[in-house]
């Protein structure tokens, strides 16, 4: 996936998932991911992020490059700020997983499904300022095989669609869904295989296993309205075939958090590894094309991130026990 630029602000000291003031002395990194997004917002974006000459900030055009910049810098910052799209902010959170560095999101994707979970907008002003507040939380993030997913992943319909979107030269949210709608109008059932502790769950067709740590795709389309990024739950949805003339149902069902009063929706929430085994290879993880082969085993890390705390985030997740 294409890469980033960055600012750096933060220490922190985060005592169970509750939020923690940081010292005076924070410091930022922005990452910027000059493809990611969408005129004009990447444009304005990109624009007043170079002309602000009291922050650093790196372009980067590939993973490789993104990770070699953060790894070159990471004593020098406390928090790190991906600029860019839902892709931009997994390849920069997978180099702080499990230190004590801070993400924060400057928001300029086509879904934003993270940034929209934790109240990142694509406002600079306002952001420096969640900077110089430096509050944050730790959250999970789930493990599938050797793959971290901070937002969610899955097989079926929306791993079809990430596959396919990535190959267009046009982003954006009606690219998006024009090619959502053309490929739910091909779509046949995948047979899906699911263990929970070792019990069998489900085995039969689906549209769509979604394996979710927020809540949301991205432009606040709720596929697991339960879920909850710090409280050691795994939320699975399975979508079952249905008629394909209810197809507006169920997108009301998604934009106002109802799918899983559905009849053609199973939701289940555990703490157990789950393994997931079907012959279809093509999965995304954070709206991002990935082949799997053989079985997918999923795990949840507890409070592996940090995520810097912006102004407008007004939810306060359990602790757990």
Known sequence: MPG???????????????????????RALFILNPQAGVPPVKI??????????????????????????????????????????DGTVHTVATELIGSDKILGVLPIGSGNGFAKEFRFKPNIKSLLKDIRHGNCLNIDVIEINDNLCLNVAGIGLDSFVAHSFNKLKFRGFLPYIALTLKTFWQLRPVHITVRCDGKEVISEDLYV????????????????????????????????PFPKILLLNFIIRLFTGRIKQSKYVRYIRTDKEVVIETDETRFHVDGEPLEISGKAV????????????????KRFWSTGS
């Open 4 to 26: 980033a630029g960055w600012w750096v602000f933060g220490k922190t000291s985060v005592n169970l998932g509750m939020e923690m003031p940081l010292p005076d002395t924070n």
């Open 44 to 85: 304005i974006i990109s624009k007043k992020l170079f002309r602000r000459k009291n922050v650093p900030c790196i372009k980067s055009l590939s993973i490789d490059e993104s990770g070699n910049a953060i790894r070159e810098n990471f004593d020098k910052y406390d928090t790190f700020i991906a600029v860019g799209g």
């Open 209 to 240: 296993l979604t394996i979710a740590n927020t809540r949301q795709f991205g432009n606040n389309a709720f596929i697991a309205p339960d879920a909850v990024p710090n409280d050691g739950i795994i939320d699975i949805v399975m979508i079952r």
């Open 298 to 313: 999923v795990r949840v890390k507890r409070r592996a991130l940090k995520v810097l705390k912006a102004a407008k985030n």
